[in-house]
Each structure stands twice: as structure tokens, then as C-alpha cells.
């Protein structure tokens, strides 16, 4: 018996600064929410961030944007989370050099939802997204977000 | 008693934005299922283009569209620790089928390369 299951909600961003409303429909089966993941891919080419040159020196973030779920049943606004690029995995890593170069797809940890406790009597889950990597280049980039939607039944 | 076991399973992806399914099948003296993990001869391919499908016994665990960089670990984790947990799932009719859809990225240019599917088993002692 598998009792957990995902729902993938894909959102499409074309423009700077986008502001997306969405719904995601739960199916009946479905009792608990359980976890909120977030993921996606560049359609157009992404500009890099400059890196410095010093390797214990902390680097922020790149922002992509902004996402909040919402259940119409009594836990009103129960996520708001934000997708951004970890420009800080090679962070004092002293095994980075010229011909190791440490990339998220070598050095990632294990990927896991954001845990959340939340029933799921509301059939409908409202989302909004908001861009914030276009607003912030001031480019229209282009790219697929994922919601992966974790529940119970 | 039941004693732990890696199976590993390929698929080959030989044109950009193609999708790949195939089905494999256990050992019969395999048991349980407790977690899955997804690598590649070019992990930078899988990571930013990979997208699959899951199912065990005709069971969807993992949907489609659910991106493989969700199911990859690094050199960060311990190899002990490095497979996505499904708890114990029994088997079924022991068949496990990968369903690979490669998608475009400003990233990664394609070229062909391999899907790995590692699947954490126990299997049953030889009687």
C-alpha cells in the first residue's frame, strides 16, 4: 500500500516579474498534506552571478521568485517558500581547485520535501508565484517552476 | 532472513528531448524494496534535463515529470545513506519500469548518455 503520493504542478514564467496564480486540485483520496518541494529548469540562458575569487568568503543567493499555497479549510497560508540557486556548495570546501570544480549535480545533499502538517478537506490548494530573478536582471528569462505537492491518503 | 542488495538498472539516451521507458525485472528471491536512487555517466545531463516516471508492481511512485536532480545525491552524502527511502514495498510481480523523458536546457547541450537506476533491495537467502 503506498499511502504517499505527489502531485507536480508545472508553471510556466515568461516575463520579468511575473505574478502567477494557480490552483492545485486535490483528489478525494487524498487526507493529510504532507511536504511542498520545489524545482524546475531554464529555458533561456541564466546569467551567472559572479563568483569571488575567495572561497571562505559567503555568497548570497540567487532569488528566482516567490511561492505561497494556500488551503481554504482553517490553515489559510500554510507555505510560502522561495526558489533560489545555492551559490555557496563549494563554501570552504578545500577540495575545490583548478580541475575540480564543485557543482550542484556532484556535491548536492539529499534532496527532501519541506515537511508540513496540514489536512486536506480543501479540494482546492490556491497558489500565487511571484518572479523575482527577471525583475532583479531586468530580462525577460524564461523557465519551468515544479511544485511538487506531497499528501497522504 | 532477508539480507540487503543493489540492483542496478540502464537505460541509454541517444537523442535530445526523447523519451525512454523500460521495464525491468527482480530476481525472484527478492523481497522488498527500500529505496531507489537515479545516476548517470553525465551527471550534469541528468541533473538539468532528466525527468521520470517511477512505477513498481504498477504502482506510480514517482510521476511523471518528477526531475531527477530530486533523486541524485553528491559526493556530500554518505554512500550508506545515498538512496531516496520508499519504506518497504513489497514487490509484487517484480517488475519495475523507468520511464526517462529528456528535456531541453540552456545549460547542458545534449549529447548521449546513460540513466542508472539503483534500486536497494532484500532478497531472501538462498535455501
Known amino acids: 500500500m503506498i499511502d504517499r503520493q505527489v502531485i507536480i504542478t508545472p508553471l510556466k514564467i515568461i516575463k520579468a516579474g511575473q505574478v502567477k496564480h494557480f490552483q492545485i486540485k486535490l483528489p478525494q483520496t487524498a487526507k493529510k498534506i504532507v511536504g511542498v518541494e520545489l524545482g524546475g529548469h531554464f529555458i533561456s540562458e541564466l546569467i551567472t552571478t559572479p563568483t569571488a575569487s575567495e572561497f571562505t568568503r559567503f555568497k548570497a543567493n540567487t532569488l528566482i521568485g516567490d511561492l505561497k499555497l494556500q488551503s481554504c479549510e482553517r490553515a489559510n497560508i500554510f507555505y510560502a517558500g522561495q526558489l533560489q540557486v545555492d551559490n555557496n556548495l563549494d563554501f570552504a570546501d578545500f577540495t575545490k581547485s583548478a580541475f575540480i570544480k564543485i557543482k550542484p549535480f556532484t556535491h548536492q545533499s539529499k534532496q527532501f520535501e519541506d515537511t508540513i502538517s496540514v489536512d486536506a478537506n480543501s479540494t482546492i490548494i490556491q497558489g500565487i508565484y511571484k518572479d523575482a530573478i527577471g525583475k532583479q536582471t531586468g530580462t525577460d528569462l524564461s523557465y519551468l517552476l515544479k511544485i511538487y505537492l506531497w499528501y497522504k491518503q | ?127
Open chain 2, 1 to 127: 532472513m532477508l539480507q540487503p542488495i543493489k540492483k542496478r538498472f540502464d537505460i541509454q539516451i541517444n537523442a535530445a528531448n526523447s523519451s525512454v521507458s523500460k521495464p525491468f525485472e527482480l530476481d525472484k528471491n527478492i523481497k522488498l524494496i527500500k529505496g531507489v536512487l537515479v545516476t548517470s555517466d553525465k551527471d550534469d545531463l541528468l541533473y538539468y534535463r532528466g525527468t521520470q516516471k517511477i512505477e513498481i508492481n504498477n504502482k506510480e511512485y514517482f510521476p511523471e515529470n518528477y526531475e531527477s536532480k530530486l533523486l541524485m545525491t553528491g559526493l556530500n552524502v554518505a554512500p550508506n545513506l545515498r538512496y531516496y527511502p520508499l519504506g518497504d514495498v513489497l514487490i509484487g510481480n517484480g517488475i519495475i519500469k523507468l520511464s526517462y523523458t529528456d528535456t531541453d536546457d540552456s545549460r547542458t547541450p545534449f549529447v548521449p548518455y546513460r540513466v542508472a537506476l539503483y534500486v536497494d533491495c532484500m532478497m531472501e537467502d538462498e535455501l
